[in-house]
């Protein structure tokens, strides 16, 4: 199975960079991951609702163009369904099951993602309905899709 994850932004912390790569070696027996990075649009510190607005469209017209058609997408959104790690494990391997071998996760930048990105979402998911700092995300859905991994194998989680 191929996992994509596209998000707005470089981690350019160590300590994301080593959990991520930690997680990512982790995940090599199951599946092929590739983290995909597209530029996080500068805007000033203050933004109107347009300007916000603007900033997500740009952003979002970055992810969409990464994505390949016909890849199943999942997005990373506060509004979105809030799934068990066993919950996340059966749509993986569902997916897996029927076809869909391909499935790529995205992560907006600090102003959420497009409508545009949104309407090309399969699927909805939600780490909570507080706000979390999209690299942070970005580590827990790594180490989220390994688990999920271990679940479908029945193997037991490495501690």
Known sequence: MQIQIIAV??????YWTD??????????????????????????ERMSESEEQQVKQKEGERIL??????T????????GQMWTSEELADQIDRLGTYGR????????????????????ADAKLSFGRITFPHQLIRLVLVEQVYRAFKIIRGEPYHK
Not at 9 to 14: A, I, M, S
Not at 102 to 114: A, Q
Request: glycine share 10%.
């Open 101 to 120: 071998s391909h499935v790529t996760f995205l992560i907006g930048g600090s102003n959420g993602l497009s409508d545009e990105v949104l309407k090309r």
């Open 9 to 14: 932004g470089k981690l350019k912390e160590k």
């Open 72 to 79: 199943y997408v999942i997005t990373m959104a506060i509004g």
């Open 65 to 70: 163009a990464a994505l390949k058609p016909d």
């Open 19 to 44: 959990g991520i790569a930690e997680y990512s070696k982790r995940l090599t027996p199951y599946a092929k991951l590739t983290i995909t990075e597209v530029p996080e649009e500068k805007a000033p």
